[in-house]
């Protein structure tokens, strides 16, 4: 089966760094990727106010995974995206140049709710599996991703309707 791993962009620092959050998710994707060594790895990751660097987020997420032993030929394009929906609508054309029938979608559990509602319904003729990657964060950070996820569920529905309209 043709595979793909899609992992999904968080922050870095103003030097490239990766945020404890990106370092779990690429974390998980390592984890992953040694169960499933025939997949493709898709980094999702471009500028705004996540990364304020000159180079995309996806690159350094890349050169982590490198750097842990994923070899470079592993990885297709990049999404260079900004946001979730774009993480998706980005990374659509990239799984259909490759025709991939087998998605595995990687975000923090705090994220996947509404990772899920997206690309569940962009890509609903794929395998979808999703993995949650378990974010390094105190509680009281963990309850303000939690609320930001849940007050922006409505505009993702919108964008759903928007882009099938």
Wanted: overall charge neutral; some cysteine; glycine content about 4%.
């Amino acid at each position: 089966m043709n595979s793909v791993i899609i992992v999904l962009g968080a922050p870095n620092d103003d030097q490239g760094n990766l945020s404890e959050i990106a370092q779990s998710r690429c974390q998980e994707a390592l984890r992953i990727h040694k169960t499933q060594p025939q997949s493709k790895l898709l980094m999702t990751g471009g500028f705004g106010a996540f990364n304020q660097t000159d180079m995309p987020h996806a690159y350094y997420s890349q050169r982590y995974l490198m750097s842990q032993g994923v070899p470079a030929d592993t990885f297709t394009n990049i999404a260079l995206s900004r946001f979730t929906f774009e993480d998706a609508t980005l990374a659509k054309p990239i799984v259909e140049q490759h025709d991939f029938s087998q998605i595995t979608l990687i975000t923090s559990e705090f994220h996947m709710p509404r990772a899920k509602l997206i690309f569940s319904a962009l890509f609903t003729n794929y395998q979808l599996s999703y993995y949650a990657a378990t974010s390094p964060v105190s509680p009281q950070k963990m309850r303000q991703l939690q609320a930001h996820e849940l007050a922006v569920m409505d505009r993702e529905r919108a964008n759903i309707s928007n882009y099938f309209a």
